[in-house]
């Protein structure tokens, strides 16, 4: 039932509002689509996060390392969004409908974890596998000749927020950019289809992977400073 909710009627419905053609999408479509799909993406991660935060202090227990993955998830997304904004000409209508929409996505992801939160976890991992379908779809059209987005983005830079973000090279292009919001909206699907099949309080299995990229971040802006002092 939750696989044919999301990947069936919420995706086709998405589909239409935002005139996505999946076969050759404008730009101007996907980049509605982006900011949109960016903008509530954000709020999950968070959602979960606090609310696991206040009943590990109200029960005066470990939450196994939960939280940490979750809050990444909500600041990784957010990132998305600024990044999309940051790329595309955003109107007040559209900020407008971002606000309502969290409003709204907040007050019902709150309930939903409140009573079920596998069954959250399990919802998040489906909108995860139709992102990633998105991007993948996205990065396609950019690479095929003769596609509205070959034509329109193929062409185009990465933001400066982008390349800093993701540590992209100063020429790299709009798809690079497409190519790392795939590669996070895979990773966010993973873990929320693990956390659904998990009891609340196992540990996360996650915890070492955060402490291997923390150790690569710190050699990477070891080697930066090495490269400026040379």
């Known amino acids: 039932a939750m696989h044919f909710l999301v990947k069936r009627l919420l995706y086709n419905g998405f589909n239409w509002v935002t005139s996505f053609d999946k076969t050759n999408p404008t730009a101007r479509s996907c980049e509605w689509r982006l900011i949109v799909l960016e903008s509530v993406a954000g709020c999950p991660g968070m959602v979960a996060a606090a609310i ?7 029960t005066l227990q470990r ?53 079920k939160p596998k069954a959250l976890h399990r919802f998040v991992g489906y909108l995860e596998e139709t992102a990633s379908q998105t991007y993948y779809d996205l990065i396609k059209h950019c690479n095929t000749p003769g596609t ?5 983005w193929a062409p185009l830079m990465a933001p400066e927020i982008a390349r800093n973000y993701w540590n ?63």
């Open 63 to 115: 939450d196994h390392g939960w939280i940490h993955t979750l809050l990444e998830e909500a600041e990784n997304e957010r990132m998305h969004l600024l990044v999309c904004m940051n790329m595309f000409n955003v109107g007040w209508g559209i900020r407008l409908g971002i606000i309502l929409a969290q409003y709204g996505m907040v007050a019902f992801l709150t309930t939903v974890y409140i009573i």
């Open 168 to 230: 992209l090279d100063d020429d790299a292009k709009w798809v690079d950019v497409l190519r790392c919001l795939f590669a996070d909206e895979t990773n966010h699907r993973d873990v929320n289809h693990t956390f659904a099949s998990m009891d609340t309080d196992d540990p996360n299995p996650f915890v070492s992977k955060h402490l291997d990229d923390a150790a690569k971040a710190w050699q990477i802006e070891e080697q930066k400073k090495k490269s400026k002092e040379d």
């Open 148 to 152: 509205h987005l070959s034509k329109d």
């Open 52 to 58: 696991r935060h206040f009943r590990s202090l109200r």
